[in-house]
């Protein structure tokens, strides 16, 4: 059974810093891309970023770009957002989910699994 | 930027009813929109990729169409455990896209 559970969350004031973990089960974890999306609460969902399988590729929206950065560990099955200069409109509940592809250098761009989500507030 | 518009914005509903909901895309994206169901404090999940395929696991009462800029999701016969929100998703270009969700709740 595919499981992704972030954890990391919590409460941080405004530029400051956080790193969310997402650690992956029940699949090959390397073999494929993997994204980021968050959800401000009562809000819809907005695209934050993405990650190829071996972890080259990184992309990111422009109103996380710059001030958080995507990584991987394939070798512990866990993918990373580390989040800085953090601001209030970043709040979110923040998940992490995986792109189809088994290929994972070529990223479709949707996503089959989603993690339960981690809620970051970034508040003084 | 790949703007989504979705209607209605809600929808109320009885059960064993047909529902379609609407999503537009500012310019054409092919076949590159997705569906997702969210319930209240779950994560949202797949229901439709490719604009009419059926993800795995999820009740043949879910289908979509549509190409270009015009998409529909269609209920065939709501249930009970259907009323959540809904949002689609363009994967055509990046930045990638969400609408903005239909709330679909019971009548």
């Known amino acids: 059974e595919v499981q992704l559970v972030e954890s990391g969350g919590g409460l941080v004031q405004p530029g400051g810093s956080l790193r969310l973990s997402c650690a992956a089960s029940?699949?090959?974890?390397?073999?494929?891309?993997m994204h980021w999306v968050r959800q401000a609460p009562g809000k819809g969902l907005e695209y934050v970023s993405a990650?190829?399988?071996?972890?080259?590729?990184?992309y990111y929206a422009n109103s996380v770009k710059g001030r958080f950065t995507v990584s991987r560990d394939n070798s512990k099955n866990i993918l990373y957002l580390q989040m800085g200069s953090l601001r209030p409109d970043d709040t979110a509940v923040y998940y992490c989910?995986?792109?189809?592809?088994?290929?994972?250098?070529?990223?479709?761009?949707?996503?089959?699994?989603w993690g339960q989500g981690t809620l970051v507030t970034v508040s003084s | 930027d790949i703007q989504m518009t979705q209607s209605p914005s809600s929808l109320s509903a009885f059960v064993g009813d047909r529902v379609t909901i609407t999503c537009r895309a500012s310019?054409?994206?092919?076949?590159?929109l997705n569906w997702y169901q969210q319930k209240p404090g779950k994560a949202p999940s797949l229901l439709i990729y490719a604009a009419s395929s059926l993800q795995s696991g999820v009740p043949s009462r879910f289908s979509g169409s549509g190409s270009g800029t015009d998409f529909t999701l269609t209920i065939s016969s709501l249930q009970p455990e259907d009323f959540a929100t809904y949002y689609c998703q363009q994967s055509y270009s990046t930045p990638i896209t969400f609408g903005q969700g239909t709330r679909l709740e019971i009548k």
């Open positions: 989910a995986r792109d189809p592809n088994p290929g994972g250098q070529y990223r479709l761009y949707y996503f089959d699994y």
């Open positions: 990650i190829s399988s071996n972890g080259g590729s990184p």
């Open positions: 029940g699949f090959t974890f390397s073999g494929y891309a």
């Open positions: 310019q054409s994206i092919s076949s590159y």
